[in-house]
Nanobody, 120 residues
Framework: QVQVVESGGGLVEPGGSLRLSCAAS????????MGWFRQGPGKQRELVAA???????NYAESVKGRFTISRDNVKNTVYLQMNSLKPEDTAVYYC??????????????WGQGTQVTVSS
């Protein structure tokens, strides 16, 4: 139901930072828990971080302490601040609605995502 557009990806060196944005359509954004997912080369798509309507968060163990998810319900936007980036963070990053446990995507439709490449 929710249409999203991801942006902010790019090429950075290890240890660098990026800030991803997920702009969502519709007036019901504030009712939806949202999450960031990623899919690296030859890998399955996985949850990176999720945030509830009230700001409760859930992170993959591999990004705890390095990534921060946030949301602005007025702007209908979810952000992912990515610090201390590692080569294994290289992937296409996607945004999607998530379930109440902040663990699984609920929208079967995926956008084009935004490419993040971490390389020296």
């Amino acid at each position: 139901q929710v249409q999203v557009v991801e942006s902010g990806g790019g090429l950075v060196e290890p240890g660098g930072s990026l800030r991803l944005s997920c702009a969502a359509s519709g007036g019901f954004f504030s009712f939806f828990a949202m999450g960031w997912f990623r899919q690296g080369p030859g890998k399955q798509r996985e949850l990176v971080a999720a945030i509830s309507t009230g700001g409760y968060t859930n992170y993959a163990e591999s990004v705890k302490g390095r990534f921060t998810i946030s949301r602005d319900n007025v702007k209908n936007t979810v952000y992912l601040q990515m610090n201390s980036l590692k080569p294994e963070d290289t992937a296409v990053y996607y945004c999607n609605r998530v379930d109440l446990s902040l663990s699984y995507a609920t929208d079967a439709s995926w956008g084009q995502g935004t490419q993040v490449t971490v390389s020296s």
